[in-house]
């Protein structure tokens, strides 16, 4: 099976600006989760989308958006850019079950200046 | 709020020495994942634990699980400098809607292991 993708791998952007990710998760696995990572803050949970509907909400504002197509791909936006949302952006998609484990792609890193 | 506290912060060793990496809590996790980050890339999944006590090995990797399902290690034996990066563990809790796709990670230990 192919991982889990996401484009583009690396983003300039201004202050003021929006952007927006996408994922592609493991075929057939319909729960995808978006996390934050920084020096200072580790891994910090964005939200997770599940057959199109969100489902669970981190501590972001509400610049941070999200959505999930049929097809079970995702795409985070984020508008108004700020220095502070420079980081590399995660995307997870989890096999559900006992175990719940997660399956990170490659990041997409972006740079906000 | 579910914290997991990742220690040591950095691990700077010799080639073939022995090292453990903690990471605890005071929540119960249904489950526990171990990965391991390179730089620039997304993190790796080592191993899950999912009962308490329970012990897995990875080639020169073992994990353990504790009993309470609140706290795991992971030791490394004979350390090669191709352990070299970063180990994050991740707690998943099960709790609902609050918990839907969130993973609460440690902080993370960044292990060097010089030749």
């Known amino acids: 099976k192919a991982g889990v993708t996401q484009t583009p791998r690396y983003l300039i952007k201004t202050r003021g600006q929006q952007v927006t990710l996408s994922c592609s998760p493991i075929?057939?696995?319909?729960?995808v989760s978006w996390y934050q990572q920084t020096p200072g803050q580790g891994l910090q949970f964005l939200f997770e989308?599940?057959?199109?509907?969100?489902?669970n909400k981190g501590n972001f504002p509400g610049r941070f958006s999200g959505r999930q197509f049929s097809n079970s791909r995702s795409e985070m936006n984020v508008s108004t850019l700020e220095l502070g949302d420079s980081a590399l952006y995660l995307c997870a998609s989890t096999r559900t079950g006992a175990s719940y484990e997660q399956y990170f792609g490659p990041g997409t890193r972006l740079t906000v200046t | 709020t579910q914290l997991l506290e990742q220690s040591p912060q950095f691990l700077s060793i010799q080639e073939g020495e022995n090292l453990t990496v903690y990471c605890n809590s005071s929540s119960v996790f249904s489950s526990l994942q171990w990965y391991r980050q390179e730089p620039g890339e997304g993190p790796v999944l080592l191993v899950t634990?999912?009962?308490?006590?329970e012990v897995k090995k990875l080639k020169r990797l073992t994990f353990q699980f504790g009993d309470a399902r609140k706290d795991s290690s992971l030791h490394i034996t004979a350390a090669q400098p191709g352990d070299t990066g970063l180990y994050l563990c991740?707690?998943?809790?099960?709790?609902?809607?609050?918990?839907?796709?969130?993973?609460?990670f440690g902080q993370g230990t960044i292990l060097t292991v010089h030749p």
């Open positions: 991740a707690g998943y809790a099960n709790a609902g809607g609050t918990s839907y796709g969130k993973l609460t």
């Open positions: 075929s057939g696995h319909r729960s």
């Open positions: 989308y599940f057959s199109e509907t969100q489902r």
């Open positions: 634990v999912v009962t308490g006590g």
